[in-house]
């Protein structure tokens, strides 16, 4: 499976000619969801969903379909119909031939006077690539591949290492990381690697893995 970093929070996963992005946030390139197969989306705040990009992809391929949380599928089905499914925690299927499962369900805690949104995760192919969207959700399956959320409004850095050592894959890439600095990159790849107990490693967006 070839795993390629967009901008943020978004991946591209390609296997068997196919194509499955996750999260093409307003965080992300225009293009990053053109030439989908299918689109899975973990949550409605704008740097993982935005409408312009999903529209643009399910425009772009007539057969493309998008799997995604009751609040994301209310704003987009009407305009596809049959071809936006909405998903919740346990819930399997398979989407462009991946086979994926669906884990977790409230966005991580911003503030307590904030109201938590719904937030799912997506395992991919029997727990080769995890993506838990804006939550540190454990999933109950062995993890080979994590992308993690490395910096975020919700988030500290000891609460990250801790997610890699709760986890346990054998490797964790960032994503969520529009945020970060240039200056803060080294301290935070010190860090997790140092203490998270995974193989810790970051992709420049467009750049690609095997995995």
């Known amino acids: 499976m070839k795993l390629t970093k967009k901008s943020h929070a978004c991946i591209r996963l390609e296997k068997d ?35 312009f990009r999903l529209r643009a992809a399910m425009e772009d391929n007539p057969a493309a379909e998008l799997w995604t949380l009751k609040s994301v599928a209310e704003k987009i089905s009407a305009a596809f ?12 299927f398979t989407a462009a031939g991946f086979d994926v499962q669906v884990h977790g369900e409230l966005h991580a805690v911003i503030h307590p006077d904030i109201p938590r949104i719904t937030n799912v995760g997506y395992l991919v192919d029997g727990g080769r690539v ?15 591949t994590l992308m993690l959320p490395v910096m975020a409004p919700w988030s500290k850095i000891s609460e990250v290492i801790d997610y890699v050592r709760e986890v346990r894959p054998q490797r964790a890439y960032d ?3 529009a945020l970060l600095t240039d200056l803060a990159r080294p301290i935070y790849d010190r860090q997790i690697g140092h203490l998270g107990g995974a193989q810790h490693l970051r992709l420049t967006p467009g750049e690609s893995a095997e995995v």
Do not use: C, K, N, S
Not at 35 to 49: K, M, Q, R, S, Y
Not at 81 to 92: I, K, L, S, W
Not at 130 to 144: S, W
């Open 17 to 51: 000619g196919r194509t499955l992005v996750l999260d093409p946030g307003a965080f992300t390139e225009e293009d990053a969801a053109l030439g989908a197969d299918a689109i899975l989306v973990t949550h409605e705040h704008p740097d993982h969903f935005d409408e």
């Open 130 to 144: 995890f993506h838990p969207g804006d939550a540190l959700t454990v999933p109950d399956h062995p993890v080979q």
């Open 175 to 177: 994503i969520h990381d």
């Open 81 to 92: 119909p049959g071809r936006v499914h909405t998903v919740g925690h346990g819930d399997t």
